[in-house]
């Protein structure tokens, strides 16, 4: 969470990191701009080791909502934060089969400040796992909502997997998506495969300017093993095609 102080926007005097839930405390009389953001969700786990269960599928996690909003404040005002952490799951033991759990809800509220301030960014859902054969639409980690700002902005989503044809070996995961930072969030990149392929492939996460990289492979018979590339703060990541 990040607290920009001045006399008026785009003039800053100063800028506040807020890492820790606390009661944050205007030092002066003045505008600041906040930007509030949830965690993000934890992407899945899937280790399987057992060659009848075959295809794999971990996808990954929504980013956190992104709420922000200018404020005028007087030197004193009380304001109370939240600071929600990223999800985490500690289950990773070998052959084990999770899902990612959420982030959590950050918060800016105001205690004793002129104007009612009410600034709510949850946090972004888990990605799921799954460790079978079959033929499979799965979503990935929704990303979170965000209310009470000049700006609210829901979290790019984790990639999405797709699996159609056969059911040969199709091993898949994918990265997760991004927060807004300038008015748009990000998915991480979606992977796709079809046919009688055989694929062990992983996907890019988003960055704050472009989507994770996409994979699809829709050729009969081919086998690929590789990734994509992650969003970055310039541009999208590049998708890749199996013909």
């Known amino acids: ?133 079959a033929i499979d639409t799965l979503a990935g980690g929704a990303g979170g909502t965000a209310t009470g700002g000049d700006l609210n902005v829901a979290g790019g989503a984790g990639g999405a997997i797709v699996i159609s044809g056969s059911n040969s070996t199709k091993d898949a995961a994918t990265g997760g998506g991004s927060a807004s930072v300038y008015g748009i969030a990000f998915a991480g990149g979606a992977a796709t495969i079809g046919g009688n392929a055989e694929a062990g492939v992983a996907t890019g996460g988003a960055g704050v300017f472009g989507a994770g990289g996409s994979f699809v492979q829709n050729g009969a018979n081919d086998i690929f093993l590789g990734g994509t590339q992650g969003g970055g703060v310039t541009r999208g990541g590049e998708s890749l095609v199996s013909a």
């Not at 786990?45 to 922000?68: E, M, V, Y």
């Open 1 to 133: 969470m990040a607290v920009l102080l001045g006399s008026k926007p785009p003039l800053i005097f100063k800028e506040y990191t807020l890492l820790t839930s606390q009661t944050w405390t205007a030092p002066a009389t003045g505008t600041i701009l906040v930007t509030c953001t949830g965690g993000g969700g934890q992407g899945g786990i899937c280790i399987s080791s057992d060659a009848l269960n075959g295809s794999r599928k971990a996808r990954g996690g929504g980013a956190g909502g992104f709420s922000q909003k200018t404020i005028p404040v007087k030197a004193g005002d009380t304001f109370t934060v939240v600071v929600g952490a990223g999800g985490r799951n500690a289950d990773t033991a070998p052959n084990s089969t999770t899902d990612g759990t959420s982030g959590g809800e950050s918060t800016f509220d105001d205690a004793t400040a002129i104007s009612s301030i009410a600034l709510d960014s949850n946090g972004g859902v888990g990605g799921g796992a799954v460790a079978q054969q």
